[in-house]
């Protein structure tokens, strides 16, 4: 089989290149985990009461409880790197999407430094503001030398000449 051949029947490719198909399929398997993880928990319990339940002649009270520890241990850490497996399930998800949204900025942020280097390249002229038309020798807002501001200052105001 050709790994490039465009008929060969690839399972996972809808499922890897869709972020939802992703999300879903590793919930899922996170749920099929979890449980298992709950037969795992009533397996260690009933476990460590058999286990530590199981006293020989001659023992002390301590001693099935010596015995039973690593039976214990080991079930503890296949619980331990099952929940650290669903985590991990978890966070592959998050990350997927996360890749899909990266691609998307990353387009976006290309084209937004492309119109800002074709900028760069050719400035555009400024247009001179429009203001209003000058009416009866007025100067420009902003000039030193304004209109009366009220009826009062009409005989206190002077043009330069």
């Known amino acids: 089989m050709n790994s490039n051949d465009p008929t060969e029947h690839r399972p996972f490719s809808d499922v890897a290149q869709s972020p939802e198909a992703t999300a879903r399929y590793l919930a899922d398997v996170q749920r099929v985990l979890l449980d298992i993880g709950k037969s795992l928990e009533t397996l260690a319990i009933e ?3 058999h286990c530590r339940g199981t006293q020989v002649e001659g023992d002390r009270w301590y001693h099935a409880r010596l015995r039973a520890r690593p039976v214990e241990k080991a079930l503890g850490d ?17 990350k997927r999407r996360a890749h899909d949204e990266g691609v998307v900025n990353t387009t976006r942020d290309r084209k937004v430094k492309a119109l800002e280097k074709e900028r760069k390249r050719h400035p555009q002229i400024p247009a001179a503001p429009n203001y209003p038309p000058q ?23 002077r043009e330069s000449a």
Do not use: C, F, M, W
């Not at 099952?82 to 998800?93: C, F, H, P, V």
């Not at 009416?135 to 105001?157: F, K, N, R, V």
């Open 78 to 94: 296949v619980l331990k790197s099952l929940n650290n497996l669903t985590d991990g399930l978890e966070k592959t998800a998050y």
């Open 135 to 157: 009416q009866g020798g007025q100067q420009a807002p902003g000039s030193a030398y304004s209109a009366p501001a009220s009826i009062y200052d009409l005989g206190q105001h």
């Open 47 to 49: 476990t460590r009461v």
